[in-house]
C-alpha cells in the first residue's frame, strides 16, 4: 500500500510567521512520531502518539511548536511565530506500536526567511 | 548522560569491498537496535533490527553484530556496490518507550 505522506515538500516561510507541516502515515498504524533533522545532524525527537492516549510531547523545543492527530490518523505540526532556527527537514514516521519498527516520509524542508 | 556515536567521517571504500560501519553507545541498555538508510532527500528505510539477546542477524549483504558487554553495534555490507552509498543510521530503544533514539548517522561512498 501507499507510504507515509507529508506535504508541503518544500516550505518557504517568512520570520514570524505561522506554518502547518502535514502527515498522512500507512494505514492501521497506531504510533506516529515527528522528527526534525538539521543539516549534518542526527534525527531529533519532537512528539510521539500512541493510539488514544495522550501524546509524548517531551521532544518539543518550546512552546511554539505543537501537534495534532485526529481521528488516530492524518496528524499536523504546527509552528507558531517561526524563527531561522526552525530552519530543518522535519520528518514523519509511523509504525505498528508494537514492532516499533518505523516508516518514514520524505520530509518538508522548512526554509525560515 | 546517553550518547550514541557513529563516526562522522564518511567512509570511502572501493566497490566490491566490505564496508562496515560502528554505532557505539553509553549509558543505555537497549532492547534492541536498528539500522537505517538514508540518501540525500529522502527519509530513513528502515534495515534491520537486532535484539538484545541476539548476536548477529543477516539479510542478503548485510550482516549486523550487537555486543552488549563492547556497548557496540558492526553493520557490515559485503561486496559493496556504488548503488550502496547513503547514510547509514543507527538507533537504539531501551524497550519501555517505543520511542528509539538515533545516532547522526555515517555516510558510506563506494567508488566503482
Known amino acids: 500500500g501507499a507510504g507515509v505522506s507529508q506535504s508541503p515538500s518544500n516550505k518557504v516561510t517568512e520570520k514570524g510567521k505561522d506554518v502547518e507541516l502535514r502527515c498522512d502515515p500507512i494505514s492501521g498504524h497506531t504510533a506516529l512520531y515527528w522528527y526534525r533533522q538539521s543539516l549534518g545532524q542526527g534525527l531529533e525527537f519532537l512528539i510521539y502518539?500512541?493510539?488514544?492516549?495522550?501524546?509524548?510531547k517531551s521532544g518539543l523545543p518550546s512552546d511554539r511548536f505543537s501537534a495534532e492527530r485526529t481521528g488516530g490518523s492524518v496528524s499536523t505540526l504546527t509552528i507558531q511565530r517561526t524563527q531561522q532556527e526552525d530552519s530543518a527537514v522535519y520528518l514523519c514516521a509511523s509504525s505498528l506500536h508494537y514492532k516499533n519498527i518505523q516508516y518514514f516520509g520524505a520530509g518538508t524542508r522548512l526554509s525560515v526567511l | 548522560s546517553q550518547k550514541i556515536e557513529q563516526n562522522s567521517e564518511a567512509l570511502n571504500i572501493q566497490e566490491g569491498k566490505t564496508a562496515t560501519l560502528t554505532c557505539n553507545y553509553t549509558n543505555y541498555s537497549p532492547a534492541y537496535l536498528q539500522w537505517y538508510r538514508q540518501d540525500p532527500g529522502r527519509g530513513p528505510v528502515f534495515l534491520l533490527l537486532?535484539?538484545?539477546?541476539?548476536k548477529e542477524k543477516r539479510k542478503e549483504r548485510l550482516k549486523v553484530t550487537f555486543d552488549t558487554t563492547l556497548k557496540q553495534s558492526l553493520f557490515h555490507i559485503t561486496a559493496s556496490q556504488p548503488a550502496d552509498s547513503a547514510t547509514y543510521l543507527c538507533?537504539?530503544?531501551?524497550?519501555?518507550?517505543?520511542?528509539?533514539?538515533f545516532g547522526r548517522g555515517t555516510s558510506l561512498i563506494v567508488h566503482p
Open positions: 502518539f500512541q493510539g488514544n492516549s495522550a501524546p509524548d
Open positions: 538507533a537504539l530503544d531501551e524497550g519501555g518507550s517505543y520511542i528509539p533514539t
Open positions: 537486532i535484539r538484545e539477546n541476539e
